[in-house]
């Protein structure tokens, strides 16, 4: 399964190289986690995880998973399992 890169988001996001997460890394979908979306190591994580998930691999997939986690995104959905949750249930990829 390919795991997409920084370069590959759309959006604006902060980078705080003290928190260099392995993007490549899966995930486990807990809502103890929370995902803040304004963090690039995060969300790519986030999106690779459940595109691996999930089984997906297309770019415009990976975008729509971006534009759906940044602008519609309801904010009491910010567990890891909320969100995928969410994603399940709204989107059809």
Not at 1 to 23: A, G, H, I, P, T
Not at 26 to 41: P, V
Request: with cysteine; glycine share 2%.
């Amino acid at each position: 399964m390919r795991n997409f890169e920084k370069s590959d988001l759309k959006y604006s996001y902060k980078w705080d190289v003290s928190k260099n997460v392995d993007c490549t890394k899966k995930i486990r979908f807990y809502d103890t986690y929370i995902l803040d979306t304004d963090d690039g190591y995060e969300v790519l994580q986030f999106i690779n995880s459940y595109m691996n998930l999930k089984n997906y691999s297309m770019i415009s997939t990976f975008h729509k998973i971006e534009k759906a986690i940044k602008e519609d995104l309801p904010n009491e959905k910010n567990g890891h399992n909320k969100i995928k949750r969410w994603l399940n249930e709204n989107y059809f990829f």
